[in-house]
């Protein structure tokens, strides 16, 4: 079972990765062969208790916990720090109404299959409930309420590490670290004309639950992608909205031929072929659609409308120059990687996207990144992408 504080369980798996190939390499090249046995080592250094850890997984979401069952699979013992009180990553903060575009077993992690009806898109809870369950099977440390504040490199006796800084003022020191943190914490918003004087409610998909407190309001949602659609469609029934972005939405039919997109997307192995070195950025994903959103949007509940032009008090003027009242802008404007706590050790490339090859960091050996986008298949993201590749 896996709680608040330390617990360890047991669990088989079956998992391999280059990324948990080299850190295994990496840790196990400056392990004194004394400290094999050892799990849990504490010293004090200048007055601090340090933990000697091998590896630590920054996050317990889908990606942390993929991460930790690899690295198991390679012989090392990873500590996952979960910063929220359970290990079910972002998904217990997504929308209520959401259940996952791709179908149940598409969705699973390694060693524990995604259950009942395999043509079902699961809910939001039945993955924080999967995830749950995949965090107390797994033969790892998995610490919830512990949020890593800060990274920075050290050199020991061990030869290189991390020292991992708590908030609440522990420290870890670790061989080799993971940053596993997904993107939710790190909304993106882009330059939109005039936001800064908007006047009337803006709230980022981020913070978006339930269409409740729309109710009868003008509401004008920003983006493109899969949330955008979904919560305009959603907001459409309590509200007037438009939905609007630079570019229309890209449709994908969810199915084809009677099958899930995602059956198709494996047989061809456009899902897990290795194009992410190819991609200086992630392509915009398309929004998947059983027929429900192209219909909701060409009966104009919502409608679509290009960007505006500007935002002013409560006014937003159009494309066309009409100039309305709204009373709520809601950006669905996406996420970029969530690793505030690594800014010391200076990954970072363009767009917010750190510096990696093949998920290791360009910058430090043994700090890997699981789960980015586009990291290295059009999937790594995603719950099947991780666990098909953990490396990403
Ligand atoms: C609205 C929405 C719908 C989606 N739908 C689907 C879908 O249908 N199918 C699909 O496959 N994918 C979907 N995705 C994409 C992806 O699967 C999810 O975003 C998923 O949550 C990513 O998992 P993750 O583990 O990478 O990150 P997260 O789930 O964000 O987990 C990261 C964890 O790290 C923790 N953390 C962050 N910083 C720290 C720190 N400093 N110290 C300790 N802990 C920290 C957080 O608390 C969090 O628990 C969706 C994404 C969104 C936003």
């Known amino acids: 079972m896996t709680t608040t504080g330390r617990s360890v369980v047991a669990g088989a798996f079956t998992v391999d990765s280059s990324v948990f190939r080299h850190l295994s390499m990496a840790c196990v090249v400056s392990m004194p062969p004394d400290s094999m046995s050892v799990n849990i080592d504490i010293h004090r250094i200048r007055g601090v208790f340090v933990e000697r850890i091998e590896v630590a997984v920054i996050g317990g979401g889908q990606a942390g916990l993929a991460t930790a069952h690899a690295l198991i699979q390679q012989g090392l013992r990873p500590v996952v720090l979960e910063a929220s009180d359970r290990p079910a990553g972002s998904w217990p903060r997504y929308y209520d109404s959401l259940t996952l575009f791709s179908p149940a077993p598409y969705s699973s992690l390694p060693g524990l299959p995604f259950e009942g009806d395999p043509e079902r898109y699961p809910h939001r809870d039945e993955v924080v409930a999967y995830l749950t369950r995949y965090a107390g099977r797994l033969d790892a440390e998995v610490r919830t309420g512990t949020h890593a504040a800060t990274v920075d490199s050290n050199a020991d006796a061990r030869g290189k590490g991390f020292t991992v800084s708590l908030t609440g003022g522990e420290q870890l020191s670790a061989r080799a670290v993971v940053a596993a943190s997904g993107t939710f914490g790190h909304p993106h918003l882009p330059a939109l004309p005039g936001m800064d004087r908007f006047e009337g409610t803006a709230l980022h998909a981020a913070d978006y639950r339930s269409p409740e407190q729309f109710t009868g309001r003008r509401v004008v949602v920003v983006g493109a992608g899969n949330s955008a659609v979904q919560i305009a469609v959603e907001l459409a029934g309590v509200s007037t909205v438009s939905l609007t972005s630079r570019q229309p939405a890209r449709f994908a039919p969810q199915r084809i ?55 002013d008090g409560r006014k937003v003027t159009w494309s066309d120059g009409v100039t309305e009242e709204v009373d709520a802008i809601v950006p669905a404007t996406g996420y970029r990687p969530n690793l505030p706590y690594l800014e010391r050790l200076s990954v970072m490339g363009d767009h917010g996207r750190p510096q990696h090859r093949e998920g290791i960091s360009l910058a430090h050996d043994r700090l890997a990144f699981v789960g980015l986008e586009g990291q290295r298949s059009l999937s790594s993201n995603s719950l099947r992408g991780v666990a098909a590749t953990p490396g990403g």
């Open 257 to 311: 031929l009677g099958r899930d997109m995602h059956f198709w997307l494996v047989h061809f192995g456009v899902d897990a072929a290795p194009i992410g070195r190819f991609l200086r950025t992630p392509p915009t994903q398309p929004v998947f659609d059983l027929g429900r959103y192209r219909t909701a949007i060409r009966s104009g509940a919502p409608d679509w409308r290009p960007l505006f032009n500007r935002l």
